[in-house]
Structures are given as C-alpha cells and as structure tokens.
C-alpha cells in the first residue's frame, strides 16, 4: 500500500487522502463521529471527491460551482468530480464533474506546504445544496474555540467502502503565529485516513462557516495531534483564481 506523509516544521504530517491499493481505497472517516442527517445544513455544503469514478476525499461547497478540498487530493493525470449526497457509494446521486482545479504556489507534493485546492464545477450545484461563508483575512481562529469537522469514510480496516457522512464536535489545541494553520488534539473524536480537503465548520450567529481544511494527522494510528488548514489566510489567493466568494 503506498501512503502519502510530508514534513512540516520538524515533525511528520500524515496526509489524510485516500491512497491506491491493490484492495481498493482508503476512505476517510470521522473518528466516533455521529451520522449526519439529510436535514442537518452539513449534508448540504460537504460533499465527497470522486477521482476516477471512486470517492476519495471530502469537500465543502462554498459556492454554487466552487469546492475547497486540500492540494494533496487531486493527482495528475486523473478526472476528478465532485458528488452531492449522504452515501459516497451511491453511483446514482449527482455528480458533477470538476473543469478545472487550483493549488496554492506554496505547495509541493514532496514537501507539502500550502495544503488547500480550489475546484471548479463545469456546472452550478444541484437544488437544495447550499454554499456556506468562509472566513475573511482578518477572521481570527483562537485556542479552544469550538468547531465541527465532517467526512465520509470506513469503520475499520476490514471495509474498504466509503461510508456515509458523520461529524463531530472538535476543539482548537493551537493556532500557528502566522495564522497559517490550527490544530486539534486527537481523543475520543477525531480525522483520520482519507478525510483530507473536509471542513472545520465553525458556528457563528447559527450559520455554518468554512474555518479550515482537514491536512493531516501525526501518527498512522491517527492519535496526537491533527493539522487544518486557515481558509481565512488562503482567501486572497482563492478569490485570485475563482473569483469572488
């Protein structure tokens, strides 16, 4: 099985996409996370990434044809869509098919770096799917504050197959001085393998707001320390290559 790691400031980030087997894909999961409903808001903005046909990472919709994942999702050489719905499984649930995708100047598939990639839709989301807000160059995310984190994903590794959308209710550990990034600690709730480019949802004023991008984990156990990336420090650069959000 080949997995994907980098190096970030001294200490070995394992990237979160799901990775090529002989077996199948790795998908990603919620660590004890709870199911979501087909009314919950986060069944409505958080999708999953389709490469080749098979689910491999998690998204958020935060407009009508524009989904931010992370930069180590997309591969070179493979077609990527973007699929709407609870079951990643389900062959039949709208799927549309992504145009064209962007990663940051700062990031290096060897090295890491800037882990966050735009994707454009060739068409607008389905009805009844809802962008949500993102958070602006100056929103400031600070220890403890609280945050949902979403994905589809295998219950043990005996399955495979994706399964469908859980969350669960996180806390922020630590945010980097330049704001590039956050952390959580993993314990009895937590990301783990395949669930990169999910969201950190935070809630303010009762919405829904885009505060990170699920990057990576310590440990292959997914125990330690997680890492997401600031939607906020990136959003220059998103709007430079899609346009206002």
Known sequence: MIQKSLVSSSLAIILLASVMSNA???????INGIPVSSTDPI???TVSIIEDGAAVCTGTLVRKDVVITAAHCPVPGSKYGVRFGLDPNNASAPTIPVSRYFLPPGWDPLKGGADIAVMKLSQNAPAGFVPVATFGTSDEI?????????????TDASDWNMKPLRKADIRVLHTADDSEHFTMKQGPYGVCFGDSGG?????????????GVTEGVLNYQC??????????????WI??????L
Do not use: C, Q
């Open 199 to 211: 969201p950190a949802y935070f809630i303010i004023n009762g919405a829904l707001v885009l505060g």
């Open 223 to 236: 125990k330690g320390i997680s890492w997401f990336k600031n939607v906020g420090y990136y959003r220059s």
């Open 239 to 244: 709007e430079s290559v899609v346009g206002p």
């Open 43 to 45: 069944a409505k903005s």
């Open 24 to 30: 199948g894909k790795i998908s990603p999961r919620i």
């Open 142 to 154: 600070n220890h403890n504050d609280n945050f949902v984190t979403a994905g589809f994903g295998i």
